[in-house]
T-cell receptor, first 114, second 115 residues
Framework: DTEVTQTPKHLVMGMTNKKSLKCEQH?????MYWYKQKAKKPPELMFV???????INESVPSRFSPECPNSSLLNLHLHALQPEDSALYLC?????????????FGPGTRLLVL | GENVEQHPSTLSVQEGDSAVIKCTYS??????FPWYKQELGKRPQLIID???NVGEKKDQRIAVTLNKTAKHFSLHITETQPEDSAVYFC??????????????WGAGTKLIIKP
């Protein structure tokens, strides 16, 4: 399996809802990433997990809560989001964090907050 | 911290012609420079990358050059085809330790191939 998968593909939620995004890879990668991408902009790093431990949090608001239950799975828990949080949320993985490793992206979850 | 500038923001070329996209970076410690292609509504996909110990890398119609002294790198696409139409992002690595290693992205170039 050489792909990063993400579910759901689309998500619409109200500002009081709680939802979760899921990302999975079976390439044996030990680094996993969450990015947020707005239209016509580059991906913006949110979190990095290395060996299931959070290594980077780019000052993301606490309404976004990441979780890495095991080396293959990465979740992003969403609560009390704002309309400006509407974006494409991309997950990526790489063999390791650092060491000039290539990042492979999932197809993304398109989130709309009403 | 690292800053990556990418030019042009939009590039329109005739099918069959060449396209060149340029990026400059600020952190002299950067050692990895990937290029990603993102088609509308799809994921970014790595098309080519270069590491700091080489000056040029080629893969069929795509090539990347790196000038570490000047701190710039470029993507070259020859014999462009309609399927090359997409947004292209350059990126540069930053971070002294593995734990703070990440990519800094350019703003993107929208490449339009005219038939």
């Amino acid at each position: 399996d050489t792909e990063v998968t993400q579910t759901p593909k689309h998500l619409v939620m109200g500002m009081t809802n709680k939802k979760s995004l899921k990302c999975e890879q079976h390439m044996g990668h030990r680094a996993m990433y969450w990015y947020k991408q707005k239209a016509k902009k580059p991906p913006e790093l949110m979190f990095v997990y290395s060996y299931e431990k959070l290594s980077i949090n780019e000052s993301v608001p606490s309404r976004f809560s990441p979780e890495c239950p095991n080396s293959s799975l990465l979740n992003l828990h969403l609560h009390a989001l704002q309309p400006e949080d509407s974006a494409l949320y991309l997950c990526a993985s790489s063999p390791r964090q650092g060491l000039q490793e290539t990042q492979y992206f999932g197809p993304g979850t398109r989130l709309l907050v009403l | 911290g690292e800053n990556v500038e990418q030019h042009p923001s939009t590039l329109s070329v005739q099918e069959g012609d060449s396209a060149v996209i340029k990026c400059t970076y600020s952190d002299s410690a950067s050692n990895y420079f990937p290029w990603y292609k993102q088609e509308l509504g799809k994921r970014p996909q790595l098309i080519i990358d270069i590491r700091s110990n080489v000056g040029e890398k080629k893969d069929q119609r795509i090539a990347v050059t790196l000038n570490k002294t000047a701190k710039h790198f470029s993507l070259h696409i020859t014999e462009t085809q309609p399927e090359d139409s997409a947004v292209y992002f350059c990126a540069a690595s930053t971070g002294v330790w593995d734990s703070n290693y990440q990519l800094i992205w350019g703003a993107g170039t929208k490449l339009i191939i005219k038939p």
